[in-house]
């Protein structure tokens, strides 16, 4: 017998793979794990608003993205880069593994899955360099588990510097980001940089609800481009450039622009009086879909950025249009989704994204955006 997800041999009675961790299911469990994903797919496919991505499971994904800035002469480094290094940008680590028919009795369990499911993948030849970095992150900003197993060790340094300088500024993100790893993206997601998930549905226990339920916030940089430094470097700089990102990104910066999203987030857990959300129980449902439902139609992003274009009119005493002064943030602020309609928590990662890289020097609106984002972050 073998494992349905990465081929490995799997012993008989054998409930989980070792190489990969995924559960191995008969044909009577089938019925059962179709249930799940159709709870699931009811609870976290709210809107439109928001990109959908299954997996085995389903989540609420934000991507940062560079699509229809660089087309052709990106597709032509990204060429030459592969032809002249000969080497395939891709990570050995897995992020979508699911638990099934777990008995979890509380937060403190539901944290160790998690680091259990990252630690397992630290075996064989993963780098002891890389994985000092990765403790070091974890201990200093409280991320459960961090896997940046292929990266360049100075490139990770680098990363690190990023998330100094943000949690010195934001001490309170020191809470629910559960994971930060490298990701393989499908082709579909080809001009995909990084991506902010706030629910993966990780732990599912043996109940007949399957509550309660570990859940993972991640942040994830697509292998294709944080293995290829080149590349990222050109998609950065060249898309701040065209307007497209705000002015001096640099490949370091996607790190910032979904760390803006995570933020926007924790904004919205206290505005809903929600102290936990790894761990959710039953009592816990009801809430985590007004949270979800929140998040992925851009309510309360929308109000932090009314409050924040009230603030800057009231200031300056002069009405501009609303659409117009958040795109003097970037392009990007002003992103839509595939109904056309805006993505206002966009607007906010990259009011955040231009903070974090220009400080006393960003934008206007950027700056009344963050003093809003820093006051719902108090809370």
């Known amino acids: 017998m073998f494992c349905n997800k990465c081929g490995n041999e799997i012993k008989p009675n054998q409930k989980y793979c070792t190489r990969c961790g995924n559960r191995i299911v008969n044909h009577s469990e089938n019925r059962k794990t179709s249930i799940i994903i159709a709870v699931l797919l009811l609870l976290i496919m709210i809107s439109s608003t928001i990109l959908i991505y299954i997996i085995s499971g389903n989540s609420i994904n934000y991507y940062f993205n ?44 539901a944290k160790e899955l998690i680091v259990e499911d990252s630690v397992n993948q630290k075996k064989g030849d993963y780098p002891k360099e890389i994985e000092e970095i990765e403790d070091d992150i974890i201990k200093k900003y409280n991320i459960t588990a961090v896997n940046l197993k292929e990266m360049d060790e100075d490139f990770a340094k680098e990363l690190e510097e990023v998330l100094d300088k943000i949690y010195t500024e934001f001490p309170e993100a020191k809470e629910y980001l559960t994971n930060l790893s490298l990701v393989n993206l499908s082709m579909s997601y080809s001009s995909t940089i990084a991506l902010f998930m706030p629910i993966f549905p990780f732990g599912l226990s043996d109940t007949e609800s399957t509550l309660p339920w570990v859940i993972k916030t991640q942040i994830q940089l697509s292998a294709r481009y944080f293995l290829n430094e080149d590349l990222l470097e050109y998609a950065t700089e060249e898309s701040s450039k065209a307007g497209y990102f705000p002015p001096n990104s640099t490949k370091y910066s996607p ?24 761990y959710i129980e039953e009592s816990d449902y009801k809430l985590l879909y007004e949270i979800s439902q929140d998040f992925a139609e851009g309510n309360f992003s929308k109000k932090m950025l009314d409050e924040a274009y009230q603030n800057y009119v009231n200031d300056y005493g ?10 003097e943030i970037s392009k990007y602020a002003l992103s839509k989704n595939e109904s056309g309609n805006y993505i206002y928590d966009e607007t906010i990662a990259e009011a955040f994204h231009d903070f974090y890289l220009n400080g006393d020097n960003a934008k206007e609106p950027s700056k009344y955006i963050i003093d809003v984002l820093k006051k719902y972050m108090k809370n």
């Open 66 to 109: 560079n699509e229809g800035q660089l087309g052709q002469k990106q597709e032509e480094k990204e060429y030459e880069d592969n032809k002249n290094k000969e080497k395939k940008y891709t990570t050995d680590i897995i992020t979508d593994n699911i638990y099934e028919g777990l008995h979890i009795n509380n937060l403190d369990e």
């Open 255 to 278: 790190l910032a622009h979904e760390l803006g999203h995570y933020l926007s987030f924790i904004a919205l857990l206290n505005y809903y009086n929600m102290d936990e959300w790894v």
């Open 318 to 327: 002069k009405n501009v249009d609303f659409d117009e002064w958040r795109g």
